[in-house]
């Protein structure tokens, strides 16, 4: 095995994820997004990775590495040698024959931070427009004081992805889950006379608000922070919204009792951390777009993943199943 710790010059030519061909060779600047250290029967040490970049995430395997291979940490920046292919078993994947730690010089990071596929701005005129609609001013206010940039947690939630996996794990993730989450709620509360549609905006907008702090947003992929895994982001969501309550004195008590059931009731079950289930109307819509969107979501990565021409996905964490893709003209994923 070839154990050489430098690949020559800096990078100049580095195939995107979304672009990579059964048998390509891959060579170039990569986001280490995880890194598993296994042994194989004999007692060999190899590694599973999955290596990313801003326009998609590919599994790979390093076999016999180097100590400067094993050194590698999840969520640094790598320079790889390998060959991409597609595995009648084992799916799409990078057997990599060479990894070391990047340097500087040879990335951009703009290559490798996921984005939304919804521009910033277009998702900053959707949240303002939310807003906007809301017509009970207390209400309206504490959106204000949640989504102001200028301060925490507006600072963070316009940038920080919505999860480390799954659904909307990159760049502006929580921006788009969010408002798209409060979309569908309000318009589904326009269908219901007896919904308060301001609640189910407002509920639906700051659900996962306590990913701000549960999540890291200034590296090149997600990571779970020590009070994110300590607390949870339900318990911490709700204890940021009920601080800016606390902001307004004249915040009616019954909204506030409200707004701070939606947020720890979100996930629906007990079994997936919220300690109630959503018992209001208000509540009940939040949870149901909430996991609607999720799970489209994931459908939707799954399917830009998949490799051209195949009707199925790989199992989907969201849905515990693969999803049916249907015929796909290769030609028009290029």
């Known amino acids: 095995m070839d154990h050489q710790t430098s690949i020559p010059g800096a990078v100049a030519q580095r195939t995107p994820v979304a672009d990579l061909k059964s048998g390509q060779p891959v060579e170039g600047a990569y986001c280490c997004s995880e890194k598993t250290n296994a042994t194989d029967r004999n007692g060999k040490a190899y590694l599973r990775l999955k290596l990313r970049d801003a326009t998609g995430e590919v599994a790979a395997i390093h076999f016999d590495p180097s100590d400067e291979a094993l050194g590698i940490s999840a969520g640094d920046v790598v320079i790889v040698g390998g060959t991409y292919s597609v595995h009648p078993n084992y799916g799409p994947q990078v057997q990599v024959r060479r990894l070391r730690p990047a340097e500087p010089h040879e990335y951009a990071a703009s290559d490798l931070v996921p984005v939304s596929p919804i521009g910033a701005a277009e998702l900053a005129e959707r949240l303002h427009a939310l807003i906007d609609s809301v017509t009970e001013p207390h209400l309206r206010a504490l959106l204000e004081r949640a989504c102001d940039g200028s301060r925490e947690p507006g600072a963070t939630f316009v940038i920080a992805p919505a999860a480390v996996r799954n659904h909307h794990a990159y760049r502006h993730g929580l921006l788009e889950h969010s408002v798209v989450v409060a979309e569908a709620a309000a318009g589904i509360a326009a269908r219901f006379p007896s919904v308060d549609r301001d609640l189910v905006v ?11 702090l549960a999540y890291t947003s200034d590296g090149f992929t997600p990571q779970m922070t020590d009070a994110g895994r300590l607390h949870g982001e339900i318990v911490m969501g709700h204890d940021m919204v009920r601080g800016l309550i ?4 004249d915040f009616p008590p019954e909204a506030a009792l409200r707004l701070r059931h939606i947020i720890v009731s979100h996930h629906g079950m007990r079994e997936k ?26 459908i939707d990565d799954a399917e830009a993943a998949a490799p051209a021409g195949e ?4 199992r989907i964490f969201m849905i515990d199943a693969p999803a049916y893709l249907g015929p796909r003209d290769a030609a028009e994923e290029e």
């Open 202 to 212: 407002v509920g639906g907008l700051l659900h996962d608000i306590g990913k701000t």
């Open 246 to 249: 606390a902001e307004d004195p």
């Open 273 to 298: 951390g919220s300690p109630v289930v959503p018992q209001t109307r208000e509540a009940v819509i939040v949870h149901y777009c909430d996991d609607m969107t999720a799970r489209i979501a994931a």
């Open 311 to 314: 009707h199925w996905s790989g």
